[in-house]
């Protein structure tokens, strides 16, 4: 019988699963060479903490680690129902939100050693976290992807610490109501990326897709629909994507530095993003809150046919 300390959290609607003992021994390494370890020697623990029985395909995991870097307060790896994020927005929120609940952090910055680099969060006097992202920015721009079914769907190839393929062009509506075709047309624009060998820079899989509609101005100034890898949508405004957003909206002037973008959601809330540039790199920095749900323990009972979920 295992137990792991779990702490959940919702930002912006998105779930967050904080392990914060219990998990995999991932050794010393950096916090992307623990990565590895998890992906290759312990990848049921993955499955155990976000699938189904305990969890479902909507909730990311968040890992609390041990920083390898000296400068860093804590280290973190997200996770979901099929494998491994880089970078994850309403989680780090999350988690900050959720060492803030713990009383292990006072409102301040706190360093975050991620598998794809350093991120800097505040914790406000407010509660509202502020994600300063890794750099980002657009790969390629109105990229044509023939979609099976669906035609030419133009959209951006961009980096805001995962891979994502902008659409703005299509003829969907973007709101809740219609979630089952927002699903089925940004899985096939997914599918036909991954097909056509349209990838990141690195080789790596464009494993998210971003819808994007106008919102009520007194709102928001754009509103979203974001599809992660394993098919769940994100109930929050996705602040990977956001970040992502925030870097093609600046490459094409149409955001200042320091100037303020709502980001609305498909669930309406809403997160505020700007970016600041340094050294010509787009840093974004993302705005928003969580709030804790539950605290408790997992059990992995090595006589329950589903132990280490449902995969
Ligand atoms: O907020 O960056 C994010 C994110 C990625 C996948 C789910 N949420």
Redesign the pocket.
Known sequence: MRTIEILDSHTAG?PTRLVLEGGPDLGNGTIAERLQVFRRDHDRWRSAIVNEPRGSDAV?GALLCVPSDASCDVGVIFFNNIGY?K?????TIGLVASLAWLERIKPGKVRIETTVGIVTAELLESGDVVVANVPSYRARKAIPVDVPGIGVVRGDVAWG??WFFLVEEHSLEVRLSNLDALTSYSSRIQQALSEQGIRGDDGAEID?VELFAAANPQEADSRNFVL?PGGAY?R?P????TSAKLACLYEDGKLKERQEWRQQGILGSVFRGSVEVRNGRIFPLIRGSAHVTLRGSLIIDENDPFAWGIR
């Open positions: 998105e990311v994020l970078m994850c927005g309403h989680g610490g995962n998210h992660c994100d929050s996705c602040g990977t994507g």
